[in-house]
Structure formats: structure tokens, C-alpha cells
């Protein structure tokens, strides 16, 4: 309830309750997500200006969004990218969503792909998986150059996805073995 106004924390109240039972009116909920009308009020652990601020600071580091969903530097962040995939698809059916105009246009702006595609690139472009293969192939070949050895550590600071790759190499390789 919100004691400043309780009449008014009743009418909002009613409004989520609407929209949760499938009774609130088309144009009244595009009014309410128009000024970013919160729907769900126990959004996961984190306010939406939060997450918000790490996906910056995360493209900021990365220059892209595309943030794997077994992001080993920061796990939280993967899983609410893949989160906010599925809240995109809900709200694509009209369904209870934490996403609005607003937001969508917001992630857009930041270059965030609703659809996780088959591979992303270093420079976090989604693309397909031999074109990723090739590409982790260049890095690890300059990685080499640099350092004498090809064993970049999971998660390697400078480049996550890179250390990540070869220890999947590795892996593939072992079971191709057995």
C-alpha cells in the first residue's frame, strides 16, 4: 500500500491485477507502459537502472551487449540477458512482462539481439558458428604470437570468451579421444 495516497496505491494495485488476469483494457495498458508503469514489483534480485548500468559498463569493456548466458566474468549478467529473452517473448504475446516500450527501445539503442543467435564474434557481433571458430582461430594464433603458448586461461581477463574457447577445444578434443 503506499500511505501517502492510499486511494491511489488501491488504483494501481487494480491496474496489475488487470493486467495479470487478462482484463485490463489494450490502450489503458499501453497508456500506463508509455510512462514505464512498473507491472511486476519483484523483478529479479536487482532494479531495472541497475542492470541497466551494468550492461553499459559491460559494453563499455566488451563494445557490445551480447553478453553470453554462461558469462564467466560475471554470471548474474548472462543470466538476465537470457532473462530478458524470455521476457521479450512474452511480452511479444502480450503476456506479464518487467519489459516495456521503453526498455525494449532502451537495449535496442544499446545493440542487444532478442534472439541469441549461433555464435558472437569477438567484437560481439552475432554470427554463424564456423565464423566464430575462425575467428576465436585468428585470436588464439595472436595470443600465441604475444605469449609463446596457446594456453590462454579460462576466462582470461583480456579476453573471456577466448579462454572459454579453448577450453571448450579441449574438451572436444578429449572426448573425440575416448
Known sequence: MYPLDPQLGRWVNTQRYKNN????????????????????????????????????????????VNVP???????????FVSNLRSEYRKYSKGQ?????????RILEDLGFHWVARKGVSANGDATDKVEVWHGRL????????????????????????????VDKQRQVCFMDML
Open 21 to 64: 488476469t487478462r482484463s485490463l483494457n489494450a490502450a489503458k495498458k499501453a497508456q500506463l507502459q508509455s510512462i514505464d508503469f512498473e507491472w511486476n514489483l519483484r523483478e529479479p534480485n536487482r532494479s531495472w537502472k541497475k542492470w541497466h548500468k551494468e550492461l553499459l559498463a559491460y559494453k563499455s569493456q566488451h563494445g557490445h
Open 138 to 165: 585468428t585470436e588464439l594464433k595472436e595470443y600465441k604470437e604475444k605469449f609463446g603458448d596457446c594456453n590462454v586461461p579460462k576466462g582470461w581477463g583480456e579476453n573471456p570468451c577466448l579462454g572459454d574457447w
Open 69 to 79: 548466458q554462461r558469462c564467466k566474468t560475471n554470471k548474474a549478467l548472462g543470466a
Open 96 to 104: 506479464n512482462s518487467f519489459l516495456n516500450p521503453n526498455r525494449i
